[in-house]
Each structure stands twice: as structure tokens, then as C-alpha cells.
């Protein structure tokens, strides 16, 4: 959970003006007899409200030790207030323009900008009390010459950024991710990164719960940013890499096999395909270490041609890897990630699909498909996830990822 200062600052100088000008507000068109109190409730509940604010910026945010979800709600609290106080702002100024000469400002505050300012709200706290509950499962089906028509009808099952460590201790959304996951009757189940928010001990609730996903092929995935610990800070490089080795054992006593710079060849009969998974490929402040060339080699370790006839799959946590690396020096069919949330907003406006997400991700949720350099269909398939982190909520049609993936043989 990083705060940027400078964003902060526009935000906080913002709140402030908004309190500023409520407050006025309330001085100018409360009644008379009850201006008084009214100006003291609303003054009380903004230092609470700022209380709140100061707290999550003093909160040792980066000590592995203390909990990241309680500076989460009290942000999100923050937030969700001070969203909607904007919101009644835009339309009371909306009423100055409309009733500038007219006594009916205050009445169109009252019943326009009060309740526009109350459904931002409940929206808000929705997202927060059903919308992050509520399982969504894509259907996607992937068509492709490459693919051996033994393979055909294969069924992968994704699922992404699970961010553990804002559930707490609270295991039954995930115990219900497992059952939907379960219940696809999957041949090979994968995972695009990000098990946690800071620390490897985040999962340790959860490693009995995720140990119930079962596929005849086998359960696969790679770590995402969150996963090495890069959003803490550790006394000594003991510590640190102690967490990295709890994260492997977690993974492990799951029976999960995570693809660090690795693949695997998914056989069926005569015929096979290549798993690839790499690892976080990253952007500042995170290295990248992602190595598509390292990832796909042979038992004996020599070097393959990413470009050969063999139908890949590669398992990389950020998207952008596929249009910054992928697509330029490779033939990858089918390429999943996550990462982007689609920062957690997601909005159907006229049949487009739209989430603030698009800004800073290109391919932020759903299936993309290029040409390789051969010509060949290329796929990238991005999951919008099952957690949470920033904020505990997911708003609109952002709803918990779980991705059913069905190959086809071209000639089936």
C-alpha cells in the first residue's frame, strides 16, 4: 500500500475546500433555530473524518509486523466519505448556476445534492459489502491450428491476485473461490500472481482452504509484485529472504508448482503443450525479472526456439509484458495475466466496457488478440482478479474473476 505525496496533497487540499464550502453551506440555508447545532455535528465530523486521514498516513505502513488492512478501511472510509461530500459540492455548485437570482438554491441542494452525495455512498459501501463477494465466471474460448486435436477441448482455469492478507483471518470468500474453481471440473488450474499484499504470512490461513483446488493436469502459477515482498520494509537481508522461503513453502504444501522462469510440457496421449511461466516482470520501482528466453528450455536446460510449432501458454503477471516482450521475440498463443484489477471499476456505458484502469494499462481485463511475426493468432487473456488491495471494495461489474478457458483445435 504506497501513498503517493503528491496525489495526497491534491486530494487533502481538495477535501478541505469541501469541508470548507459544506460548512458554509450549512451556515447559509440551515434553519435558524437549529443552524447552530448542525454547524457544531458537521464540524465534530470532520476532525473525526481527519482524524481518520492523519491515521493512515502516521500507521507504519511498511513494517511486516503490523496489519495492512486497518490503514485500508480507514482510507477507504476517508474516501467513500469525502467522494460523496464532492459529489453534493458539483451539484450545489450546479444549483448556484441554474438559481443564481432565485431563493431555490438551498431547496435544490437539499433534494438534488443530498441524495446524489448519499447513492455515491451506498455505491461505495456496496462494493464493499456484496460486490467483492460476489463470484464472476468468464467463459473464453480459444481457437488455434497449433493446438493438437487431442488437445482439443481442454479446459484452464485462471484465477488472480487473490491478495490474501486483506481477508485477515476470514477465510470464506476463498473457500467459496475454490468451490467455484472446483466446480469447472478444470483440466489444468493456473495462477497469475499476487498471493498476498506484504508478507508470505498473509497466506498462512488460507494454505488449508487453497489446497482443496484440484486438477488431473496439475495446479500452476507464478508470483506477481506483491509476492516478494517489495512493499515492506525488512531489518536485514535474513528477514527478507526468509519471507521469500515461507512463500515457497506455502505454495508447496499447496501442491501448486510455480513456474519461476520455468516451463513444463502438458501431455495427453502422443501429443503436448508448453507450459511457460515467468517471473514478475516489473515496472519501476520493481525489477524485472521476468525471462520469457530463460522460461522456455528443455529438460537438459539448452535453449528452444519460442517461435516453434509447439502451442504455448505462458503464465506472466503483468500484462504490459505481453506488447513490451511477448509478442516482439516469441509465437506465444495463449499469454494470461492479471495485475491491473481493473484498479478494482469496472462500468458497462452503452455496451463499452470502461474502468479507470485503461489510463496506465492498455490490456486491462478480457481477451486480446494480435498476429506474431509469422502470422499466427496471438492471445492474451487479462483476469481481473479476485482481491483487493488499495481499497477493500469492488465497484460496478468489477466483480471476483474466475476465468474458464476452453481450447479448440481449428478443426473442431
Known sequence: MRIQLLPALLIFILAL????????????????????????????????????????????????NEPIIIPMWLLFTFLSIYISKFIYCMFSLCGLCIFRNSGKRGKWNLWVGVPAAS???????????????????????????????????????????????????????????????????????????????????????FVPVLRRIKAPMGVYGVYGNHDYGGYAEWPNEESYHANLELMGRNTESMGWKILSNASVKLKNESDSIALIGVENWGEPPFNQLGDLVKAYHDPEGKGQDL????????????????????????????????????????????????????????????????????????????????GTVGFPARLGKALPEVTEITLRSADH
Open 307 to 386: 517461435n516453434d510449432g509447439i502451442f504455448k501458454v505462458l503464465l506472466t503477471h503483468n500484462p504490459n509484458h505481453w506488447d513490451e516482450v511477448v509478442r516482439k521475440i516469441s509465437n506465444v498463443d495463449l499469454t494470461l495475466s492479471g495485475h491491473t484489477h481493473a484498479m478494482q471499476m469496472e462500468f458497462d456505458i452503452g455496451g463499452h466496457k470502461f474502468s479507470p484502469s485503461e489510463w496506465k494499462y492498455p490490456k486491462w481485463g478480457g481477451l486480446y488478440e494480435e498476429k506474431s511475426i509469422g502470422n499466427t493468432p496471438m492471445y492474451l487473456y487479462v483476469n481481473i482478479g479476485a
Open 119 to 205: 447513492l455515491v455512498f451506498i455505491f461505495m459501501w456496496w462494493g464493499v459489502l456484496f460486490t467483492r463477494n460476489e463470484i464472476d465466471v468468464r467463459n473464453v474460448e480459444i481457437r488455434s491450428e497449433r493446438l493438437p486435436k487431442s488437445m482439443d477441448g481442454l479446459k484452464i482455469v485462471q484465477i488472480s491476485d487473490l491478495h490474501l492478507g486483506t481477508w485477515g483471518t476470514d477465510t470464506t470468500f476463498v473457500s467459496n473461490l475454490v468451490d467455484s474453481v472446483n466446480a469447472r471440473h478444470a483440466d489444468i488450474v493456473v495462477f497469475t500472481g499476487d498471493f498476498v499484499n506484504r508478507v508470505a504470512a498473509e497466506a498462512n490461513p
Open 17 to 64: 475546500l469541501t469541508d470548507w464550502y459544506i460548512y458554509s453551506n450549512v451556515r447559509k440555508y440551515a434553519r435558524p433555530q437549529r443552524r447552530k447545532f448542525l454547524s457544531w455535528i458537521y464540524a465534530v465530523s470532520a476532525v473525526i473524518c481527519w482524524g481518520l486521514a492523519i491515521a493512515v498516513f502516521v500507521w507504519p505502513k511498511k513494517d511486516p
